[in-house]
């Protein structure tokens, strides 16, 4: 069992509380044009069936209205889905807590604007794992050499995930006074992936979010147990939560 380490973060809390901030950017915009267009739809409605018809097809309009930006908002929408992709991978990650891992969910990196959506340390080494909510019609598929994501190359995709991991090590190298190697890998939720397991662009590991905690017990016992506790504790202080909240 690893050291007990206090303060594991919130998963999903930093994209949870840029999809608020965005709603609130918007908000103002969005009930303006509402009721431009239900003045619009009810002032024609009244003229020619009565004010009562008038009524109802500017609430109607309304309505539909709401139902529309709150789907095809994608600014906006992208931030919540991926709070919800982040909160459903926490659930996942539970299975290694019980195995004796330290996970921490969303981590701030130093000196960047970046954060980590969960990193797990235990004896299997230290990974850093995004999650990725995707459309169910998205496919991840390999074509001529090339891993592809619906209609993008995944290279420029997982970039960021080789950036989280890399710093991420440097900052426990710099905390432990020793070379600490971090492992990327990406939680796929929502999109088609092949069946026969895990997908790796420059470095870094694609997998169905269900099969990451089997993966990564997968590897063995790389670090003995004083070495996963003072990992996890530099970790606790060097990447604090990065929505700014209590360590929970």
């Not at 420059?202 to 017990?217: E, F």
């Not at 003072?230 to 990447?239: H, K, Q, R, V």
Request: proline residues 5%.
């Amino acid at each position: 069992m690893t050291a007990h380490t206090p303060g594991t973060g919130s998963a999903g809390a930093s994209a949870q509380a840029h999809y608020r901030a965005q709603l609130a950017l918007t908000r103002a915009r969005r009930w303006t044009a509402r009721a431009a267009i239900a003045a619009a739809v009810g002032g024609a409605g009244t003229w020619v069936l009565g004010w009562r018809a008038g009524l109802a097809a500017a609430a109607v309009a309304a309505a539909a209205d709401a139902v529309h930006r709150w789907r095809s908002h994608s600014g906006v929408t992208a931030w919540r889905k991926g709070a919800a992709g982040e909160r459903a991978t926490a659930r996942l990650l539970r299975r290694l807590e019980r195995a004796g891992y330290t996970v921490l969910h969303d981590r701030a990196l130093p000196a960047s604007r970046a954060n980590v959506d969960h990193l797990v340390i235990g004896p299997a080494g230290v990974f850093v794992v995004d999650s990725k909510k995707w459309d169910r019609r998205t496919r991840i598929s390999g074509v001529r050499g090339r891993i592809w994501i619906g209609k993008r190359p995944a290279g420029p995709v997982v970039t960021p995930v080789l950036f989280e991991a890399r710093t991420v090590g440097t900052a426990l190298t710099r905390a432990t006074g020793r070379r600490v190697d971090v492992v990327p890998v990406m939680a796929v939720h929502g999109a088609q992936m092949p069946q026969w397991g895990a997908l790796a662009v420059d470095g870094v590991t694609l997998l169905r979010a269900r099969r990451v905690p089997n993966w990564i017990l997968r590897h063995g016992r790389q670090l003995d147990v004083d070495t996963v506790g003072l990992l996890a504790a530099a970790a606790a202080s060097a990447l604090p939560p990065a929505a700014g909240g209590p360590d929970k």
